[in-house]
């Protein structure tokens, strides 16, 4: 059974600080492997997608990896801002696709 | 979320009473799912569709039913609601194998409490 870790499980930082979220899994059979934000009291926004056959993918100032041999990931924001305060959410499918598994998420908070 | 609309948003309904809850889509996406997401355990699969007529069971299905007559609809039942089974239900939509690196688009949840 997939198992997906995120660390840290809570984050704050002052504005203006680069920084990492980390998420780890225990089988690398994985399809892709997506990032969402979600605000509190909100659906999932997707962040972004990598393909298990990609290493990484960037989005303005969000730049996510993908090493599937040590199975984890990273999401790098840059320059964080208070607006980037959400809870930040790693999940993964299987090798066919469908059935999409989380994390527990890392919550942050940006300090202005 | 565009493409993916959940109804109702809010429902307060009574212990032991049935509730179905509606995702709709337009999107024309194969699969189609249906997760809770609750304090200290995060989003769990519910169930999930793969085409008209085609369901499975996921992680935390028991008092659960879906059902799926159309490409654009995904109903969940509880037949008999708990006050465990207050919580906020999300639905997703996702096209895997097509080709395109499509990933999983969520719409906006249901809150649903129990009492």
């Known amino acids: 059974k997939q198992e997906v870790t995120q660390i840290p499980a809570a984050l704050s930082v002052p504005e203006g600080e680069n920084l990492v979220l980390n998420c780890s899994f225990t089988?690398?059979?994985?399809?892709?492997l997506q990032w969402f934000r979600q605000d509190p009291g909100k659906g999932l926004t997707s962040l972004l997608l990598?393909?298990?056959?990609?290493r990484e993918q960037t989005s303005g100032r969000l730049n996510a990896s993908l090493d599937k041999s040590s199975g984890r990931s990273t999401l790098y924001i840059a320059a964080s801002q208070p607006g980037d305060s959400a809870t930040y959410l790693c999940?993964?499918?299987?090798?066919?696709?469908?059935?999409?598994?989380f994390g527990a998420g890392t919550i942050l908070r940006v300090k202005s | 979320d565009a493409g993916i609309t959940q109804s109702p948003r809010h429902k307060v309904t009574e212990t032991g009473t049935p509730v179905t809850l509606r995702c709709h889509q337009t999107?024309?996406?194969?699969?189609m799912y249906w997760y809770r997401q609750d304090p200290g355990h995060g989003l769990r699969l519910i169930h999930y569709?793969?085409?008209?007529?085609?369901?499975d069971k996921g992680e935390v299905s028991d008092g659960y039913s879906v059902s799926r007559s159309k490409t654009e609809d995904f109903l969940l039942t509880l037949e008999s609601a708990t006050s465990s089974q207050t919580s906020v239900y999300f639905c997703?939509?996702?096209?895997?194998?097509?080709?395109?690196?499509?990933?999983?688009?969520f719409g906006s949840g249901t809150r649903l409490t129990v009492v």
């Open positions: 997703a939509i996702s096209a895997p194998g097509t080709g395109i690196p499509w990933g999983y688009t």
């Open positions: 089988d690398s059979a994985i399809y892709n």
């Open positions: 990598i393909q298990s056959s990609q």
């Open positions: 999940a993964l499918t299987g090798e066919y696709g469908n059935k999409l598994v």
């Open positions: 999107e024309n996406h194969r699969y």
């Open positions: 569709s793969y085409g008209v007529k085609d369901t």
